[in-house]
Every structure is written in structure tokens, then in C-alpha cells.
């Protein structure tokens, strides 16, 4: 059973950065995954932020986070990242972690779509914080 761990979450001013970690544990050796960054603020719905397919190097960025957010994995620790830059009030949500299991067209698509409703495994989150 796969398990994500997010930490790196706090409040920070605008305009500054802040990387998240995400720790995993129990992949399986015959599935492929997707690995994504998620966001949920109180009273919204929960939105994509990026996503890679663990192992390769191709990334997917939901609309207008690219640029500002830059999604990274160090497959040997099992890691991944989300480094956040250029950090305004509108970005404090609770962050997640989460991956999509299964065979090559299933990852993908889940990568490519950031759909919340392909991930299966879910980090507790950890919550930014950006005052106005």
C-alpha cells in the first residue's frame, strides 16, 4: 500500500518561495505511477497543480501555475517536490500529495488530465500560508 507524506508547509510573505517535500513508501514494482501536486482552499474545490510519471522526466502544469510552481521527484529517495515561487495571498491552501497507480495509458492520462478523480493515494496535507 502506497503512503505519502507531505511536509514543508508554513506562512510566508508574498512574493516568497516555499518547496514542499513528499516522502513515499510502498510502491509496487509492477505499476507505474503518476505523482501530483494538489491544492484546497476552504470552500473550494480541490485543483491540480503538476504532475510527473515517476521515473521520467516529462511534466504537466494545471492552468497558470507553470512558471511560478516547478514540480521535481528524486526517484532514488522516493521523493517529490513542489517548489513555489512568486507567492501571493491567493495561493494559502491546504497542499497534497498524490499519486495514480496502474499501466502506462492509465499514469499518462492521469498526468496529463490532473484530475483529482484518477489519484488514488493521498498525502495528510500540509497547509500554506501567504497573509494579504
Known amino acids: 500500500q502506497l503512503q505519502l507524506m507531505e511536509s514543508g508547509g508554513g506562512s510566508v510573505q508574498a512574493g516568497g518561495s516555499l518547496k514542499l517535500s513528499c516522502r513515499a513508501s510502498g510502491y509496487s514494482s509492477s505499476k507505474y505511477y503518476c505523482l501530483g501536486w494538489f491544492r484546497q482552499s476552504p470552500g473550494k474545490e480541490r485543483e491540480g497543480l503538476a504532475t510527473?510519471?515517476?521515473?521520467?522526466?516529462?511534466?504537466f502544469y494545471g492552468n497558470s501555475f507553470e512558471g511560478r510552481f516547478t514540480i521535481s521527484q528524486d526517484n532514488n529517495e522516493n521523493m517529490l517536490y513542489l517548489q513555489m515561487d512568486s507567492l501571493k495571498s491567493e495561493d494559502t491552501a491546504t497542499y497534497y500529495c498524490?499519486?495514480?497507480?496502474?499501466?502506462?495509458?492509465?499514469?499518462?492520462?492521469?498526468?496529463?488530465?490532473?484530475?483529482?478523480?484518477?489519484?488514488?493515494?493521498w498525502g495528510q496535507g500540509t497547509q500554506v500560508t501567504v497573509p494579504s
Open positions: 510527473m510519471v515517476r521515473g521520467y522526466r516529462s511534466t
Open positions: 498524490a499519486a495514480a497507480a496502474g499501466n502506462w495509458a492509465q499514469v499518462d492520462g492521469a498526468c496529463r488530465d490532473l484530475n483529482v478523480g484518477y489519484f488514488d493515494y
